[in-house]
């Protein structure tokens, strides 16, 4: 049987290598992430039939569990491990070709290593060892921030890591009181003990730990460095980040407060503030003129909507929940990557520049338009089952509260087809007269019209996993079933791993 | 303003935070884990001090997670400041008196030996591969401050630090082959309180005791580059 | 007793410096004095009375009161980790010096809404 081990232990002691791979030859770097990439992904789907039922708990040196770290690859841990397997193949395929300027081999290095941080972060069963990899995400996605080195991305790098390590010392002074209080830092023996201690300090903890785990998540009102992060950075990155890693912080909060604290009077709470980042998010994306700033603001808002599913607390509502992220992922990774050539023929990030796209790049405005489209939720896209499903999950918990929210959410869904169908109106039909607009003094590189083949062949996988899933969604409901019991059910968890 | 609301804010986290904190006495054991890691760490991993059966053996996944957290430190580093335009202004630095510059280059092979000193027996002693690998770091330093315009080969760093931290994943593939559990402790433990004991602990601190002393002169290379 | 309120007197320094200072510099060095604040409470919470150093340098140490060494190695880590941080930050400063001159944040906003 394969261990779950291998998930993280290879793309790391790769990624350690890659130097010495590039001493020997130049041009081998970028190489390296697709094949670990390919690694993860086959050893995730091969481990998915078998952790359905029960989870496979590994202890990392032999001890026994509330002695050693502890990696619990359950059904959500592999389902998200071979998400990020998934993304990361195809983005660091687009990648061979998109990235030519710059230290490249750092760039890989830095690459491999934010994506084996969010595998860690996912399988591991530990609050430090969750710290750690945390940290690993965090670092690597600042330093890829200001990879490109001009001015703007500098500063989103400067406000992001300042921003981050606050929310990581939060998170540090709670993971300090819960060890204070409980004695242990493995989390099931900590969700074991959690009610011999008064709830109300307990409460001081969690809300450290959320609030620094939802820096990154990017919880209303923590999310004020993600506008500027994930507009500032190169493509594949944004890509990445909006795709993989804030969705991964989301797990961490999740995580923590349905197994650890099994909290269940904060979820209204909680609610509300998913539909509060939703509008937010939504309506700051309507108003804008840069189309990564405008990506990053729908960004804000989906997570606020997946935040709203899973808070619904009941099996329904996990379930759209997970389904919802795992439509974010798809969609917003194949945003990223199609406007990424665009922007790069153009030189410019503003919309109105984006005219007659639809005739000069057909194939990529093409995948444009399914990301936009799966992301508002029409029908057979994969974004329609998932947003469906959220409602009615809504609808079913009967409580007027959440009926009054779920009808925020659909307006949120209008605006945010507004600004969508004003895009591919502009890339498919353009005013006449106002193609003299011009970019903001960018580079462009008109050379060829479409983009290249490599960067082709990921975006269009992106488009079929779209398209597939929404015409066949029963296809994902296993795995999203089994998934959704596993966060719900604490007491399973705690058994698995102790005993 | 903005210093009165930053004050009413963090007023309102501590009183939250003293809250929580009535309820940790201080100065009294309230820990399990750390009862079972004081009786029986002498026996499971041979080492004599605790925190680095700790370190190394028992909570080893973090201190793996540890090293990949300075190495992005130090590839995100080079590849932020990598990107400027080199100024080929050589100037004419001041070069250090005749004393400053002896007494640097004696100082130097002892500093290191100390430092190496530290992460060899970072079982039997307080210290280990961390602590080791900054003094080894200083010493680098000092002769960067000391003897000005020795400056140390940068592939030479590169790949020392690459193979060590290859050498704790292999270690702890090793340990996956052998005993089926990923950094499993599979070589003899011997007797405590001698050199050659516990197992892997002693090869792991000094993997990690050239990764970092590596790492960290590398960072100072690319700062003190910077200032030129 | 006299620990938390050091640890916690460093935290709140650290936090109402990054809150309200202008220069990055000394922002940065407020991120520095807060990991030393959550580095100390941490240490301080796994300490007994009179207690010693959790190593056993002779045969024949007894175990009874040595301080609990869990933290000490959770602290280990989270110093690597914050250096790690700072190295990065000081990084983005020269960056940002050279592209703008001049390193007051309230001057460096180019990105607006």
Redesign the interface.
């Known amino acids: 049987m394969v261990?779950p081990?291998l998930l993280i232990?290879v793309p790391?002691?790769l990624?350690?290598?890659?130097?010495?791979f590039g001493?020997v030859s130049k041009r081998i770097g970028k190489y390296i992430p697709v094949v670990a990439f390919a690694f993860n992904l086959i050893i995730s789907l091969l481990l998915i039939p078998k952790v359905l039922d029960h989870s496979i708990v590994?202890?990392?040196?032999?001890?026994s569990p509330?002695?050693?770290?502890n990696l619990v690859a359950g059904p959500v841990g592999i389902l998200f491990s071979a998400l990020i397997a998934l993304v990361g193949l195809l983005v660091s395929i687009y990648a061979l070709d998109y990235i030519r300027e710059?230290?490249k081999e750092?760039?890989h290095?830095?690459y491999l290593?934010l994506l084996?941080?969010a595998t860690?972060v996912v399988l591991t069963g530990d609050i430090?060892?969750l710290f750690?990899?945390f940290?690993?995400l965090c670092?690597?996605s600042?330093?890829l921030v200001?990879?490109t080195?001009e001015?703007?991305g500098?500063?989103?790098?400067?406000k992001y890591?300042?921003q981050g390590?606050?929310g990581?010392?939060f998170l540090?002074?709670g993971?300090?009181?819960l060890?204070?209080?409980f004695?242990?830092?493995n989390m099931a023996d900590i969700a074991q003990n959690i009610t011999t201690?008064?709830p109300?300090?307990v409460?001081?903890?969690l809300?450290l730990i959320i609030t620094g785990l939802g820096v990154e998540a990017a919880i209303f009102p923590l999310n004020a460095w993600l506008?500027?992060a994930h507009s500032?950075a190169p493509s594949s990155i944004s890509a990445i980040l909006s795709g993989i890693a804030i969705e991964v912080g989301l797990y961490a909060v999740v995580r923590v407060i349905f197994t650890i604290f099994g909290a269940s009077n904060i979820f209204m709470f909680l609610a509300f503030l998913g539909v509060l980042t939703l509008l937010v998010g939504e309506l700051?994306a309507f108003?804008?003129n840069n189309i990564k700033r405008m990506l990053a603001y729908s960004s804000i808002g989906q997570i606020g909507l997946i935040l709203f599913a899973l808070s619904i607390a009941t099996s329904f509502g996990v379930t759209s929940g997970l389904f919802q992220l795992i439509s974010h992922v798809l969609a917003k990774s194949l945003l990223f990557l199609a406007a990424g050539y665009m922007i790069y023929r153009t030189g410019s990030m503003d919309i109105p520049s984006f005219e007659g796209m639809g005739k000069r790049m057909p194939l990529t405005s093409l995948a444009f338009t399914v990301g936009a489209f799966s992301l508002v939720g029409l029908p057979p896209f994969m974004g329609f089952p998932s947003k469906f499903l959220i409602v009615q999950g809504a609808l079913a918990k009967g409580s007027l509260f959440f009926t009054v929210l779920i009808g925020l959410v659909l307006f949120g869904t209008v605006i945010e087809g507004a600004y969508f169908f004003r895009v591919v109106q502009t890339m498919y039909f353009s005013a006449k007269g106002r193609s003299a607009f011009g970019g903001r003094g960018g580079k462009s590189n008109p050379g060829g019209n479409e983009a290249s083949v490599v960067a082709l062949i990921p975006v269009f996988i992106l488009v079929a996993l779209i398209v597939g899933i929404g015409v066949y969604p029963k296809f994902m409901t296993g795995i999203l079933d089994s998934a959704a019991s596993e966060l719900l059910n604490r007491f399973e968890y705690i058994r698995s791993v102790l005993g | 303003m903005r210093k009165i609301i930053s004050i009413v804010l963090l007023g309102i986290v501590a009183l939250?935070?003293i809250?929580?904190?009535?309820?940790?006495p201080f100065g009294v054991s309230?820990?399990?884990?750390?009862g079972?890691?004081i009786d029986k760490g002498r026996e499971?991993t041979g080492a004599a001090n605790i925190v680095t059966s700790i370190v190394v053996?028992?909570?080893?996944?973090?201190t793996?997670?540890?090293i990949?957290?300075l190495?992005?430190?130090a590839?995100?580093?080079?590849?932020?400041l990598?990107?400027?335009k080199k100024h080929k202004r050589e100037q004419d630095l001041e070069p250090a008196s005749l004393v400053l510059y002896t007494g640097c280059r004696f100082l130097f092979p002892l500093i290191l030996l100390f430092g190496a000193y530290i992460f060899i027996h970072g079982h039997l002693t307080p210290g280990g591969g961390f602590q080791g690998g900054a003094i080894v770091a200083s010493a680098y330093l000092l002769i960067y401050l000391g003897c000005r315009g020795r400056r140390i080969p940068e592939?030479g760093t590169?790949?020392i630090?690459?193979?060590a931290?290859?050498v704790f994943?292999?270690v702890?593939?090793l340990g996956?082959s052998f005993?089926?559990?990923?950094?499993?402790?599979f070589l003899p433990k011997g007797t405590p309180n001698v050199l050659f004991s516990a197992g892997i602990i002693p090869i792991v601190y000094i993997a990690i005791g050239f990764k970092v002393g590596s790492e960290l002169a590398g960072i100072i290379d690319n700062l003190m580059e910077e200032s030129r | 007793m006299i620990y938390y309120i050091g640890a916690f007197g460093l935290?709140f320094i650290g936090?109402f410096i990054?809150l309200v200072k202008r220069n990055?510099i000394k922002?940065i060095i407020g991120?520095s004095i807060?990991?030393t604040g959550?580095n100390l409470?941490?240490i301080s919470?796994g300490y007994i009375s009179k207690g010693t150093a959790p190593i056993f340098s002779k045969p024949g140490i007894e175990s009874a009161r040595m301080v609990d060494p869990?933290?000490q190695a959770?602290v280990l880590?989270?110093i690597v980790?914050g250096v790690?941080?700072l190295a990065?930050?000081l990084s983005?400063?020269i960056?940002?010096y050279h592209?703008?001159g001049t390193l007051n944040l309230r001057k460096?906003k180019?990105?607006r809404?």
């Open positions: 261990s081990v232990a790391l002691g990624a350690f290598a890659l130097p010495l001493l590994i202890s990392i040196g032999g001890f509330p002695f050693c770290i710059g230290p750092k760039y290095i830095l290593l084996t941080g860690g430090f060892n750690v990899f940290e690993i670092i690597s600042y330093a200001a990879y080195g001015k703007s500098i500063e989103s790098a400067v890591l300042i390590a606050i990581s010392s540090l002074i993971i300090g009181l060890y204070g209080l004695g242990t830092l201690i008064s109300l300090s409460f001081v903890p809300v506008p500027d500032s700051c108003s804008q | 939250g935070i809250l929580s904190l009535a309820r940790i309230k820990t399990k884990v750390g079972y890691y499971e053996n028992y909570r080893a996944f973090d793996l997670g540890e990949t957290v190495f992005i430190a590839v995100g580093l080079g590849a932020v990598s990107t400027r592939a590169k790949v630090e690459s193979l931290g290859l994943v292999v702890g593939l996956l005993g089926g559990y990923f950094l499993l402790n | 935290i936090l990054i990055l922002v991120l807060l990991d959550v409470f941490l919470v869990v933290p959770l880590t989270a980790i790690a941080v990065l930050a983005l400063a960056r940002l592209h703008y460096i180019e990105q809404w």
